[in-house]
């Protein structure tokens, strides 16, 4: 099921041709028809049907509602929103009711979006899958023995199955762009800063941004034309682009395009590989400059990430000790006993590994060479992103190295499955902005294109993404 | 080559306020070894001259003004995701023996 680009949805809420209350029953009528799908932790539906209600009265009373006026939507479970639980797909924040909302949940609501659900992901963002859940993983909507990818893979199934028109995401080293490639989605992480973080729930704050997964890149920059900006609630925030975010799409003619050497490798699925070439050769007749560019510290940045992400999910995750809000082990006869038994019964082994490896690279004695090494080696790899930028206007290359591999496949072997993120934590580690575009399809399985460009340069890129996304359907 | 052995792992469990299955403690002592072993490729880069990368957008110290804002936070709301509370504050166990 397929829905109008927002815009077209919000104008014909505003001038009365569509309700709001029915758009929100067809969100929930297609959560419930997709179920076995399992992308939804959980509805929102009476907070939802009376905001649509309300919406729909305004509209009647002549007033302006905004932007996304009677736009459903769904939020990966890691934002806090009214009307359901926030679990981030947990066992220790089960039961947690967010007493306040995110940033990003209230900008979308001002302009009268409607969140319906809150989307699976794996457990606190941990993961490439949704196999972390604590609660179930999410099947891809195109081969449903396949995973959806993760973490925000709740949110790229839910786009593409159609419940709602848009979904919101996270993305720490991929969590957007990488579910978008492996179910077809358009998939948008921002500059570092660009979208308040407030009331979502943290995983590595050094790199975690917030952004949107679409149908249509033009969904994508109504978004985030609402959700840009610097919000008080997070000092990190940056400032917004005078210009906004709803470019006019730019021409191919005369745009530099570096393919990047280290993506296009070894370790890549021929099918994988073959749709990207594919698409390269239609931005080449499209009349874009095509040049081959060698970021070489590249393939470190996995390496890099692996104990950045750790140390600060290490970090992040020491405020659920079962005293303040969340699961707290109720038989322990003292806090030390209360800690240890809130953490063992609350975190899933995914969660645990993090905050040991990340303790580990913290513990006096190995700081110097895991964390304050890897945040040298982080500075190198901004170089070179930086001297890349100086020679072109974009960089691409695959969102992944595979499409969705099978349910289970790499469960076993952790390292394995880190290696998933292996073309997507960079853009993470330097701050700078990416798109997936669906890029065709390798064996029936969606294949996703990444496009990068420098910091704060995401008007231009969202500009070129329109024509890129046109060439490539 | 880093290779943890059992008494790191729990260690590491303990300092990470985590307690540990026999089996997740065999598990683990292997599978951290092989991520510690895999990020350890960093140890050959030259990072003459290079400093570390704290924040990636270049801001410094962002300033606020000092001042209590009402957010509209109801207390009691607040106090309700609280695992065990009395008396409308949030009950601890004693921290001091």
Known sequence: ?473 | MTKLTRDDVLKLAQLARISLHDDEVAEFTDELSAILQYVEQLSSVNLDGLQPTNQVTGLTNVMRDDVVKDYGYAPLELLKNAPRTQDNQIKVHRMIG
């Open chain 1, 1 to 473: 099921m397929t829905w109008e680009p927002i815009a077209d949805i919000a104008s014909k809420v505003q001038a009365g041709e569509l309700k709001a209350v029915d758009l929100v029953e067809r969100a929930l009528q297609a959560i419930a028809d997709n179920e076995s799908y399992q992308a939804i932790i959980a509805t929102t539906t009476e907070r939802a049907r009376q905001r649509a209600h309300d919406i729909d009265a305004q509209v009647a009373a002549g007033e302006t509602v905004g932007r996304l006026a009677g736009v459903p939507f769904i939020a990966k479970d890691n934002f806090l929103v009214f009307g359901a639980e926030t679990t981030a797909a947990s066992n220790i924040l089960k039961g947690f009711e967010a007493p306040y909302q995110s940033t990003a949940i209230e900008r979308l609501e001002a302009e009268g979006a409607i969140c319906v659900a809150k989307a699976n992901l794996d457990a606190f963002a941990h993961g490439s899958s949704t196999e972390n859940s604590d609660f179930f993983t999410t099947k891809n909507p195109v081969d449903p023995t396949r995973v959806p990818g993760g973490s925000s893979g709740g949110s790229a199934a839910a786009t593409v199955l159609g419940l709602a028109p848009f979904a919101l995401g996270t993305d720490t080293g991929g969590s957007i762009r990488l579910p978008a490639s492996f179910c077809g989605a358009v998939g948008y992480k921002p500059t570092y800063g660009l979208i308040s973080r407030s009331g979502v729930v943290a995983m590595a704050s050094s790199l975690d941004v917030v952004g949107p997964l679409t149908s249509r890149v033009v969904d994508a920059e109504l978004v985030l034309d609402v959700l840009a900006g610097q919000d008080e609630l997070d000092s990190t925030t940056i400032a917004r682009d005078e210009q906004g975010y709803l470019p006019p799409a730019t021409d191919l003619k005369g745009k530099k395009i570096g393919v990047i050497t280290e993506y296009m490798g070894e370790g890549l699925q021929p099918g994988v590989r073959t749709a990207t070439e594919a698409g390269i050769a239609k931005l080449r007749d499209a009349g874009a400059d095509i040049v081959e560019l060698s970021l070489p510290s590249l393939p470190l940045g996995l390496a890099v990430y692996y104990i950045l992400c750790p140390a600060e999910v290490s970090s992040n995750l020491s405020r659920y000790d079962g005293q303040r809000y969340g699961y707290g082990d109720a038989e322990a006869h003292n806090l030390d006993e209360s800690y240890l038994q809130t953490r063992e019964r609350g975190f899933g082994k995914e969660a645990k590994r993090r905050i040991m490896i990340g303790t580990y690279v913290l513990s006096s004695g190995y700081y110097d060479a895991y964390y304050k090494r890897a945040q040298t080696v982080r500075t190198r790899l901004i170089a070179e992103f930086a001297a890349a930028f100086e020679q072109v206007d974009f960089l691409l290359g695959p969102t992944a190295p595979t499409t969705a591999f099978k349910i289970g496949e790499h469960s076993d072997d952790p390292l394995q499955m880190y290696l998933t993120d292996i073309m997507t934590v960079a853009v993470n580690l330097a701050g700078v902005p990416a798109v997936s575009l669906p890029c065709g399809v390798s064996d029936g399985l969606p294949v996703g294109l990444q496009l990068i460009a420098p910091q704060r340069a995401d008007r231009a890129l969202l500009a070129t993404a329109q024509t890129v996304e046109e060439l490539l359907a």
